[in-house]
């Protein structure tokens, strides 16, 4: 595992990351979130992030995040809402997919 500088990685849930996962400068993690009130007691969410995959520089992770898969890859500066299946690629904000990434 290897996280870039200036990262922010919130541990308020439980944040799993596997080895040979990636996370690059000033990539966000959130795990938590408080709804409509920024002063209600956070809720906490897991989120796994599988081997190998690779979260580029200033991406955000936000709480609706469960899963990001083996070997896929979140673009630079894609903000990330929902779970990333197994070798799939996300850019763009929110992030969409481009492409699904040959597992071989």
Known sequence: ME???QTILDFSGDLTIEEGALVSEGAIIYTHDHGYDPRSKPTSTPLVIKRNCWIGSRAIVLPSVNYIGENAIIGSGAVVT?????GNIYVAGPGRLLKRKDLN
């Open 3 to 5: 996280i870039g500088r």
């Open 82 to 86: 929902k779970d990333v299946p197994d």
